[in-house]
């Protein structure tokens, strides 16, 4: 499952980042890093972006780049 697919007020545990090149370390670098909790706290009627929460702080990114991160999701 990835970030991506997580509906609003659902958690998971980061377990991979996809990606390639500055992207990939960019993701990284914000703190999207396995092993990380987050919980999905808002998305776009598009579903683009997503508002995160993870590591005491909020973190918006896109749905592309959600669609990189592997998570498990925890209930």
Not at 30 to 56: F, S
């Amino acid at each position: 499952m990835t970030l991506k697919d997580l509906k609003v007020g659902g958690s998971g545990t980061i377990t991979a980042v996809g990606g390639t090149g500055a992207l990939r370390r960019r993701l990284l670098d914000m703190g999207l890093t396995p092993g990380t909790k987050v919980l999905v706290r808002k998305m776009a009627p598009m579903g683009d972006p997503i508002e995160l929460y993870l590591r005491g702080y909020e973190l918006t990114i896109r749905g592309e780049d959600a669609a990189k991160i592997t998570i498990e999701e925890t209930r």
